[in-house]
């Protein structure tokens, strides 16, 4: 296949943007610490990572054990990094395999066939990553979920034990006492839709 018929070309964008930014130099050292880790920093994230890596190998982690996150380390067991240097070791032998085959057909370098060949090789891995983005994904969302519900309860929770104008009182309801009601569901108000209470009379 020539190499013509995978023609490729690079535009720019005629609007250009720029943003601008500050120089190192001109950080202060409070915003260099808020910004990068240093190194002792990351010396306590590396002796983190290497005591839950032993946990790993020893099957030492419970399930659902939130005191531990394994996620990203999956590579730096002894599994994980035997899988991933044959992972990388096949995709090398495709391309170069793919560039030899070529060099002996051909005096022409069909650089979508080196691409394809790589790709082939390493489908897998990238089906495994889309997997793990999506189990990322969840997961993030569910953290975001469960901090809006946790919120959302405690707007509530200070509404409900202040009273506001917005709720009505038991007089403005025309109820004379509680023993004449059967429910009240006072719904406290958040937002601009203000629900009417419920109220349900006792039989007789």
């Excluded at 202060?28 to 890596?53: F, G, H, K, N, Q």
């Excluded at 999956?74 to 085959?101: D, F, P």
């Excluded at 004449?180 to 108000?189: A, E, F, K, W």
Aim: some cysteine; charged content about 25%.
């Amino acid at each position: 296949m020539a190499n013509s018929k995978h023609q490729r070309s690079i535009q720019f964008d005629p609007n250009v943007t720029g943003v601008g930014t500050i120089s190192l130099d001109d950080y202060t050292p409070r915003e260099i610490a808020a910004t990068w880790y240093d190194e002792e920093a990351m010396d306590s994230i590396t002796r983190r990572c290497v005591r839950i890596l032993k946990r790993m190998e020893t099957n030492d982690l419970k399930q659902g054990d939130k005191k531990y996150c394994t996620r990203g380390l999956e590579g730096h067991t002894t599994l994980g990094s035997i899988n991933k240097r044959r992972s990388r070791s096949a995709a090398v032998a495709a391309v170069l395999e793919e560039q030899a085959r070529q060099r002996d057909e051909s005096a022409e370098i069909d650089a979508q066939a080196i691409a394809d060949a790589y790709t082939r090789t390493t489908s897998s891995c990238q089906m495994w990553a889309r997997v793990m983005g999506n189990r990322d994904q969840v997961a993030a969302e569910a953290f975001l979920y469960q901090a809006d519900d946790d919120d959302c309860k405690g707007a509530v929770t200070r509404s409900a034990a202040t009273p506001t104008s917005r709720t009505k009182s038991r007089k403005e309801l025309n109820l004379a006492s509680p023993h004449q009601i059967g429910l009240i569901s006072d719904t406290s108000i958040v937002g601009e839709h203000v629900p009417q209470p419920t109220v349900r009379a006792t039989a007789a």
